[in-house]
């Protein structure tokens, strides 16, 4: 008798409860998964730093560059004294010799005129040895700076998959939490009616106890999937990159979102990708660079260090004095250095 009213009850309630799970209760914002993804990907750290390492990777080979290229170096001194100097020399301080008597033959003093003085100094420097070291150091740039990017590339594919599992694991605990508030409501109506026939003394006393089991264990496992359904939006939103109290709720998967996939296609993408795992991407020819290539690099710029450094250094030097007499034009010096 008891399982002939619970199925006429299910029966009954059953068009209600459909309508219930065609229209959600409203609590957060609807997420679909195609924004999941996008967000993950603009705020999550780990693509944030991925990101950064590419820019730092691309100033360092900025800067390398920079290197083949010559210094100039352009100094400009100028100077004057505060004060006079004055040199005084006694009579006969160098000497008396007897063809020109004392040198000396009087007290003189000499003095330095309070005049401005100019110094020029130009340098101008360009490797000539050292550019095969340089070269090998931009080649062993450009490398880290496509093994960032891979970086990043497989940061992002990481993040897209770990969005997608946690995404269908919420859709679902959602759905199985409205499943289980649908049959708490049923059993308490069941309750409620069987609560009327058990007082009637049509419906037994163990068939009410039974009913209220039903209830308990529904609203234990309502609460553990409450519990577990926070757990996942907490470590949904702090992969996102946003405040892990974020409320939401997840879009449930239609029709239209479902990709067909061929599953040949996708087995030979990914041998392809597999056979490619530990190459980078030539930037000129487009093609994949062996993985033994960055060591070859590394080697021959390590062993680099040992040659001999051979610069050409050109040097120009000029002291102009201000004089109302005489100007010095200063000198000129041109030289080759090796360095």
């Known amino acids: 008798m008891f399982r002939s009213m619970l199925i006429i009850l299910i029966l009954a309630i059953m068009p209600l409860t459909c ?3 065609l229209r959600p209760p409203d609590r957060g914002e609807v997420l679909t998964l195609e924004e999941a993804i996008t967000l993950a990907i603009r705020g999550n750290p780990a693509i944030k730093k991925a990101e950064l390492d590419i820019e730092i990777s691309s100033d360092r080979l900025a800067a390398a560059a920079t290197r083949r290229l010559p210094s100039f170096e352009v100094n400009l001194l100028e100077s004057q004294t505060l004060t006079r100097l004055d040199f005084r020399f006694p009579r006969g301080i160098f000497g008396t010799y007897p063809s020109t008597g ?141 405040d892990v109290e974020t409320d939401f709720r997840v879009s449930a998967l239609t029709d239209g979102t479902m990709i067909e996939v061929d599953l040949a296609a996708a087995r030979a993408g990914a041998r392809s990708k597999a056979g490619n795992q530990g190459s980078a991407v030539d930037a000129q020819t487009g093609r994949p660079r062996p993985a033994h290539q960055k060591i070859g690099i590394d080697s021959g710029y390590q062993s680099g260090r040992h040659l001999p450094a051979h610069s050409s250094d050109q040097h120009h030097s000029s002291e102009h004095r201000f004089s109302r007499d005489q100007p010095d034009m200063g000198a000129i010096r041109l030289g080759t250095q090796e360095a």
């Open 102 to 242: 004392p040198v000396p033959n009087e007290d003189t003093t000499i003095g330095t005129s309070r005049q401005p003085t100019t110094f020029l100094y130009a340098r101008a420097a360009q490797p000539i040895s050292q550019l095969h070291r340089i070269n090998l150091g931009l080649k062993l740039e450009e490398i880290r700076r496509e093994s960032a990017r891979e970086k990043l590339r497989s940061e992002k594919q990481s993040v897209t998959r770990d969005v997608k599992r946690i995404y269908y694991d919420l859709i679902g605990l959602q759905s199985a939490l409205e499943n289980v508030e649908e049959n708490i409501r049923l059993y308490r109506e069941l309750d409620r009616v069987v609560g009327e026939q058990v007082a009637q003394k049509v419906a037994l006393k163990a068939d009410s106890l039974e009913v209220k089991t039903q209830i308990a264990a529904q609203e234990y496992s309502s609460l553990t999937l409450r519990n577990s359904l926070a757990s996942q939006k907490e470590q949904f939103n702090l992969l996102l990159g946003r």
């Open 19 to 21: 309508l219930c799970q």
